[in-house]
């Protein structure tokens, strides 16, 4: 169980001061601006249960009025944590074309921060594995948040075995702890397939990854039952799949080149959305027009092409939030044999389609 913890500071001493020279605000002054008692503002700073979301809301914002700052070293001692966690970023997600990560970290830290923690970004080398290791061996995080699941993950068993808690962003396999978060991509490639038949699309193509990722193989078989659904057949040279930019945008120009070619595409990432939109452009057509174009993210790419795509928006806000009170409720209350959480996605509509 988690000690209390006190964040007013000591009552009788004098009141810390601002570099101007004003006394910083204490948990007194946010209870009287929140119109509640002491102890409901340190149960909403603690995370604890027992008051409704619209107290928590007024107690948040007295705390950010008064621009009020618990003192979180002191925090920390008494509650014999760190209130930090870690993320691991996996080698793939540091390449450059990976822009949907940046968004999602940016949610995970804003996430974290509305909690009162810090989040501590790391990587590996050779044995991914040592970090995790070192990181729980000096109680460096209270404990993980992890995405790019591999179903029966390494990170996952590990940290399983060892008895620190975690969420991960994608599912987990059925042996291991189910504190995972993750987007139906089945579900979310057939809802961009019903929309572009609904606005009467009949020829298509779909450009994706040739990766093992499951959430790849799930936004193809999406696309596939999508148009099965509606008595659409696709050949086989109209599904295009990649391991580089580069070698999509051949496609895809050979693609389009064709005597016959698609009217839609759907595509796997907003990145590869934006290759098939310069690949269209390149040969003279007009993207919304001549050509629908889809994406899956709508995150910062979404908004750089031109039109701006209409995309399978990934809500990372939150799905960060979830993550981060999983992995709360993981640290405070011990294994809760919690089960994963699907949050759905929804068709943010640009002019690409």
């Known amino acids: ?53 619209e107290t928590r809301n007024r107690v948040q914002a007295a705390i ?22 870690g993320y691991h970023m996996p080698g793939e997600q540091l390449a450059a074309e990976n822009i949907f990560v940046l968004g999602f970290i940016q949610a995970l830290v804003r996430a974290a921060a509305d909690r009162g923690h810090h989040v501590l970004v790391f990587t590996g080398q050779d044995d991914e594995l040592e970090v995790f290791r070192e990181l729980v061996a000096i109680r460096g995080v209270d404990g993980f948040i992890l995405s ?47 929309y572009l038949v609904a606005r009467g699309h009949e020829a298509f193509a779909y450009v994706g990854y040739d990766a093992r990722n499951y959430w790849d193989v799930e936004r193809l078989e999406g696309f596939r039952k999508g148009l099965a659904d509606h008595g659409i057949r696709v050949a086989e040279r109209s599904v295009v799949l990649g391991h580089s930019l ?8 050979r693609l389009l080149g064709r005597k016959r070619r698609p009217t839609a595409i759907v595509s796997g990432s907003d990145v590869l959305a934006a290759v098939v939109v310069n690949a269209a452009k390149s040969l ?19 908004r750089m092409t031109e039109p701006v795509l209409t ?36 068709i943010a509509v640009g002019g690409s389609a």
């Open 284 to 302: 003279g057509l007009r993207v919304g027009q001549d050509l629908a174009v889809t994406g899956f993210d709508g995150g910062f790419v979404q």
């Open 1 to 53: 169980m988690i000690p209390e913890v006190n964040v007013a500071g000591k009552d009788n001493e004098d009141r810390a001061r601002t570099p101007g020279g004003k006394p910083r605000s204490d948990i007194n002054d946010v209870a009287r601006l929140a119109g509640v008692s002491r102890q409901t503002v340190s149960n909403v700073l603690n995370n604890r249960t027992g008051y409704s979301e």
């Open 148 to 194: 790019g699941s591999r179903v029966d993950d390494p990170r996952a068993r590990y940290l399983q075995q060892a008895g620190v808690p975690f969420a991960m962003f994608g599912r987990t396999a059925p042996h291991l702890p189910q504190t995972w978060v993750d987007t139906d991509s089945v579900a979310a490639a057939t809802s961009a397939v019903d």
């Open 311 to 346: 995309s399978v928006r990934i809500p990372v806000d939150r799905i960060a939030a979830e993550l981060i009170s999983c992995c709360l409720r993981e640290i405070d209350e011990g294994p809760t044999a919690a089960v994963g959480v699907l949050v759905p996605t929804e």
């Open 246 to 253: 580069e070698a999509v945008h051949g496609d895809v120009l």
């Open 64 to 85: 950010e009025e008064l621009d009020y700052q618990p003192h979180r070293a002191a925090r920390s001692l008494r509650s014999q944590r760190t209130m930090q966690l």
